[in-house]
Structure formats: C-alpha cells, structure tokens
C-alpha cells in the first residue's frame, strides 16, 4: 500500500562534467510534491472504501503508494551504494522497522481485540489467522490462496485485508537491495570505477519491472487474486519508481513548460482511474498502467519543477497534512469500516461511513503524533540498527503473540441446546398403497413427508443443538469428494476427467451435471448409485451453469470461454454416452455481472433448449430445483447465535423465488423433462431453518453439507425412480 517511505528526499548538487556527482549526498531536497501525492493516493483508498459515488477505482491509491515507495526507497539505496559501494543491510532493515512495524504493530493488535469481541466467533478465528500473517508480511500471499478457492470466494472482507500492500513491499525490499549489492559487486569486477554510472542498475529495473510486468498481464487474466496480490505481478509498479529515481538526471534537465505538462497529466490519469475504473476491471493488468504512468509522470515532473505546476497543488499546505497522516490513516480506516457495524449493531450509511473515515483519521492523527514519529525519530534507534532491528523484533512478535493468544480465548462455537435426534429418512416401500396411486408418486410423497415433519419440528427449534453435525468448526471442510479430486472444474479448466462412482461396471448410466450445485448432491447420488447398481458420473464446472448462454465470469472479468468449451464438451460426452438418466442441478445466484440472471427469460429459455437437446439423446431427464438462499454464510451466523439459530433462518419469502421456480417448471416441461421443487424437503409456510434435527443444512452461504445431502438419499433415489419411469 502504503508510502512506506518518507518524502524528505536526499539529493546532491549536480556537476555536468562529472557523473558520480550524482551520488553525492551534498544537500539534502524537501519534496513537498510528493507528499501532497501520498495524499491523493490515501484520499482515493479511504473515499473507495467507504463507498462514495463514482469512485469505482479509488482502489488505484495503492499502486501510487507503490510508485512513490518504489521512487524513495530505490534513490536512497542507489545513493548510498553510489557512494560507499555497498549497503548497509541492518541500517536500512532497521529504518523501515522504526518507519512501518510500530504503527503497524499497534493497529494491527488493536484490530486483532476489535475482531475478537465484535466479530461472531467463527469469522474471528480466521480473521485472527489473517492478523498472524499479516504481522508477519505474507499476508498477501494468504488472500491469494484463498481467493483461488472458489468455495472460499464469498467469505466476507478481513479486517485486515489492507495489509497486503506492506506485504508486497516488504517482500520486494527483501530482495531489491540485495540485488543492488550483487550489481555494485559485478560492476566493479567487469569495470573498476564505474560504480558512480547508474545505467547498470536501470537495466536491471527494467528487466525485473518487464518480467514482472508479464507475470500481472497473465495472472490478471488467468489467476486474477495472484495477479492482485502477489509480488511477482506487482514488482512492476514499484520498479517504474524506482527507474525514475535512478534516472533523475534526465528528468531535472525536462523544460519546465513540458515538464508542467507532464505533472498534471499524471494527475489526471490517476484521477481518470478513480472515476473509470471499478470492481469489475480486470486489475492490476493493462488497466494499472493508468495509476501507475500517472504517479510516475507526476514524480518525475517534479524532478524538473517541484514547485510549479501539479507540484504547487501539491504542495499545498493540507495536502502535506493528510500526506503526513496518510500511512496511519491508510491503516486504520479499513478495520474502522468494517468493525463499526459490529459496533452499531446495523450497517453504516453515508453519514455513519463518512463518521467511520473521520474517526479513523483521529486515530490516526494520534499514532502518528504519539507511535509513528516518536519511534521513527528517537536518537537511540536512529544511532543504532541493531536497537531498531531488535525493536522491530519486539513489536512483530507482540503482535503475533497476541493474535495467538486471542485465537486460543475465542471459543470454538458448540451448540448449546439439547442433543436432537439424527435426521432419519426411511425408504418408502416398493408396493403402492393403492391400486390406483403411482407407486412412484407415492414413494416421493412418503420420504418427503419423514423430511418436512423434520424440518417443521426444527423450525420451532431455538438452541443449535450440542450435537449438531457437522459441528460448525467443521462445516466450511465438509464437502463432497468431487470438489477436491479434480471432478469440479475449476475456472481454467476444460474438458472432464472419468469420475464415476457407483457400480462402475454397470450398463445403466446416471449423468449428475452442472455447476458446483450439482457436485453438491453427489453425496446422496453416489449412495442412491451403490443401491441401484448404477454407474453415476459427476460432471461439473464452477460457476458454469450447461444452459447455452453467453456468460461473463467475474472472478475471471472477462468472458468465460472455458465455460463455453467445457459445455460443448459435456454435450458431446453425454451425445456419445447414452446415460439413462441425465440429473440437471445449478445454482440461481447469477447475476447481471455473469451477463444473465437466473429466471429471466433468456434463462427459462436456455433451460427449455437444454432439456429438449438431453432429451434427444434418449435419457430421461430431470431438473432439480434450487435450494433456499440463507442470505448469510450459516455457520458464521449461527456461531454468534447459538441460543437463537432462528435470527439466522430467513422468512421463506425471502429465501425462496416460487414464481421462478414455477417458470422453471413451465420451460421443463416444453423441453419434454422432469421438474421437482425442493422448497419443502427446507421450508416450511413461513420459514426456512438452517438446521434439520441434529443436521446442519448448509456449509456455506450457499451449498449443502454432505451430511444433509446423505440423509435426503432415500428422496434422491425416489426422485430417481420416478423419473426413469416416466421416461
């Protein structure tokens, strides 16, 4: 993120016949400028995050902090090895220790406290893991983990997400003056002298900025939390600072009209990234060149005329102010925006955001005035590096040590409520209780009616029963084996591996196709496959509904033309295949963003050409229904409501679309197949609760346990039987 690095610049006077003058610490240059420009990049950040309008990109204020920091931190390391030849590892490590770790340190415990006491305690234990991280500087490579799993991609925002940007920085000064030693070494071997030359050090910018650059172009479009962030696909932005710092000579002799030029541009490229960009960009990317070219043509600009033009708005006197507090503000207003709901007790407005913002910056204000420059400017760190190294040591390992301790005093959630009977449902018999009833009919009524006497019983239930399974600890794990051995495609994957399961060498196919909805109910069909000797087959891709409509995968922000590749893959399969049964499941949480809606009339009719094109390869063909939308991810809610589950359930009304369901049915039955509404094997007339008996329904905000799945089996194989007889 962060400005990491001060404004006060070091400079010397410049001597034409002599190139090592460059290197000389003669005097040293206030850069007002450019702490004007922390300003705007802090401004764009905490503006974004509190919601304003038109702001959709105010999230580019990091990748000017990464110029800046990339500008200050390169000149300082270059002129020291200019004039000394080296560098000295342990005085630069124990500056940016006093400069990042105590104010670091003290939010970063503050936060860890915050999240323990307001945060329900399931989502406090992983927000405290992501503070342990962070206090560490791998944090970022924790989000990106965790934004590759598809299952984990609507968790909501850590209060400590923002610290990924001290990760990426930390971890390229790791690296970055250890390779401006090995330049200075190489150069005084192959050229003795030329130390004062700051070409060889360029080139070497150039090419990691190249490389990395690469990395975000490919990531951006194919792992895009590891292009957002991961150093290797942010290394760049921090070098194109760095390449204007080693080539200042060049920017001070820019005439000061096209200098001036040059200055406001910039600006006017990060303010054009602000307004144009958002969520949906494809980012970092081509897009981050906007900022980035911006923040640049701005620092450089100032080389020439760092009181004239851009440089003068600036420079102006709030600016520096806010470009003073900008680190501290930057660290304190996220954990203030997403705690104070907490605190509340209902989400922030305008005004209460904009009442968030001001108060972090008093917060702010007051790190800076009594942590930030007290430690930054004491006589006894600054006189040695190993004090300020220790010191360092000191405030990351408190905050780690804290962050555990609190992870061991939030309690593992446990129902508090009495023991409830498991969820048993009884297969119905195979005889028809009368001549003139379907036995098939009857088959579903019967095992339907064992789940909605359950479901009615819970729904007058409190407590989260203290043998609740899966515990809710363990809910987010349990998942149907597809997920984790390769047979739910991933975004990037196409085509499908063999995953069968049942009686594997049986003539009687069943087909279980569709998104990561359709995996979910592989637990139950398995079991149904194993009674019925039916060789199932699992086929299915995330977030890849098999209706034939033009998508648009958000995760990706581009066109999901994997998507289009696996479905006419599935096609061919199933064409070639034959199954006697083809099981259609998908999920209804699509969106505008996807370029569709669930239930529109483009999906209603995709639904009724997707059905007629299965039917015509000569299966039966059954569409499940969706499931209830709980509106909130279940386990997390109910860790924070174990004496009342029913705060979590939602009103039927709200978790179920009947006219939907309904449309569906409709566009089912023109393609020749089989519908079934599910609402009643979770709902009642009024509500819909998130705990069956002893059974936890859902492991997410959105997919069913395998637990639940297991114990709706025997109505599986009723809707199975009932569909093959219709056939």
């Known amino acids: 993120m962060t400005g990491t690095a001060s404004s006060e610049l070091t400079v010397r006077q410049a001597d034409s016949n002599d190139r090592t003058d460059d290197a000389r610490l003669a005097r040293a240059e206030f850069r007002p400028d450019v702490e004007g420009l922390r300003a705007v990049a802090v401004l764009a950040v905490v503006v974004f995050h509190a919601g304003a309008p038109g702001i959709g990109g105010g999230f580019v204020g ?31 490590y124990g500056a940016r220790a006093r400069r990042l770790l105590p104010a670091a340190g003290i939010v970063l415990v503050a936060t860890a406290v915050g999240a323990a006491v307001l945060l329900p305690p399931l989502q406090a234990r992983g927000v405290l893991g992501d503070g342990i991280a962070s206090a560490l500087y791998t944090g970022n490579y924790r989000l990106a983990l965790h934004g590759t799993d598809y299952l984990a991609a609507d968790m909501p925002p850590s209060p400590f997400q923002h610290y990924w940007s001290l990760g990426v920085e930390e971890q390229f000064y ?8 090995g330049i200075a070494w190489f ?18 910018l150039a090419v990691v900025a190249a490389v990395s650059f690469a990395f975000s172009l490919a990531w951006t479009s194919t792992l895009p939390s590891w292009a957002f962030f991961a150093l290797p696909a942010r290394a760049w932005e921090l070098a194109v600072g760095g390449i204007v710092s080693l080539s200042i000579r060049l920017w001070r002799r820019f005439p000061a009209p096209l200098a001036t030029v040059a200055g406001w541009l910039g600006l006017a490229l990060i303010l054009l990234s602000c307004i144009h960009l958002d969520g949906r960009t494809p980012y970092p990317g081509i897009a981050a060149l906007l900022p980035v070219l911006g923040a640049a043509l701005i620092v450089a600009a100032g080389c020439a005329t760092p009181r004239l033009g851009v440089g003068r708005l600036l420079s102006a006197a709030p600016l520096r102010a806010l470009g003073r507090l900008s680190y501290s503000w930057y660290l304190w207003h996220w954990p203030v925006l997403l705690l104070a709901p907490r605190l509340v007790g209902h989400p922030l407005d305008a005004v209460g955001s904009a009442g968030a913002v001001v ?11 009594f942590v930030e420059d007290p430690a930054r400017f004491a006589a006894p760190l600054r ?10 040591g000191v405030v990351t390992a408190i905050a780690v040590i804290a962050g555990m301790v609190l992870l061991m005093l939030v309690p593992v959630p446990v129902g508090r409520g009495a023991a409830a009977e498991a969820l048993t449902v009884v297969a119905a018999p195979a005889t028809p209780p009368s001549e003139t009833v379907d036995p098939h009919d009857a088959a579903v009524q019967q095992v339907t009616a064992q789940v909605q006497a359950a479901v009615a019983a819970s729904a007058e239930s409190h407590s989260v029963p203290s043998n609740l399974s899966p515990a809710l600890a363990a809910a987010s794990v349990d998942k149907a084996a597809v997920f984790g051995n390769g047979c739910v495609r991933s975004w990037l994957d196409i085509g499908q591996p063999e995953c069968a399961s049942g009686d594997l060498g049986s003539a009687s196919t069943v087909a279980l196709v569709g998104d990561s909805h359709a995996a979910m109910w592989s637990p139950a069909f398995e079991q149904v496959a194993e009674q019925r000797h039916w060789r199932l087959e699992t086929l299915s891709k995330v977030t890849c509904p098999l209706m034939d409509l033009p998508i648009t995968s958000p995760y990706l922000g581009r066109e999901y033309t994997e998507c289009v590749q696996w479905r006419h893959q599935i096609l061919a399969r199933l ?8 099981v259609l499941s998908m999920s209804r949480r699509y969106g505008g963003d996807f370029g569709f809606t669930a239930y529109d009339q483009a999906w209603l009719d995709g639904l009724a050409r997707l059905t007629a094109q299965l039917r015509a390869t000569g299966a039966d063909v059954l569409v499940l ?15 924070d409501h174990l004496d009342d589950a029913l705060i979590c359930s939602p009103p039927r009304p709200v978790a179920v679309n009947d006219a939907g369901i309904a449309a569906e049915r409709a566009a089912t039955a023109a393609g020749d197949g089989q519908y079934v509404d599910l609402t009643t094997l979770f709902c009642t007339t009024d509500r819909c609760p998130l705990i069956t008996r002893n059974n936890l329904i859902y492991r997410d905000d959105n997919h069913l346990t395998v637990t ?20």
């Open 62 to 92: 990091v990748d000017v902090f990464f110029v800046i920091s990339g500008f200050l931190i390169t000149g300082m390391l270059w002129r020291e090895v200019a004039v000394t030849g080296t560098i000295g590892l342990a005085r630069f």
């Open 174 to 181: 790791l690296v970055w003056p250890a390779l401006i030693i």
């Open 187 to 204: 150069v005084r071997r192959r050229r003795p002298g030329a130390d004062g030359s700051p070409v060889p050090y360029l080139v070497v």
């Open 359 to 369: 108060t972090a910056g008093g917060l702010a204000a007051l790190t800076l005035w």
């Open 383 to 392: 006189n040695s590096a190993t004090l300020s190294l220790v010191g360092g």
């Open 575 to 582: 064409q070639a295949e034959h199954p006697r049964l083809i």
């Open 625 to 639: 229904g969706p499931i209830p939308d709980p509106h909130t991810t279940v386990p997390t809610c109910l860790s």
């Open 708 to 727: 639940y799945a297991k114990s709706l089996a025997p109505i599986v194989a009723a809707l199975a039987d009932r569909a093959l007889a219709r056939g």
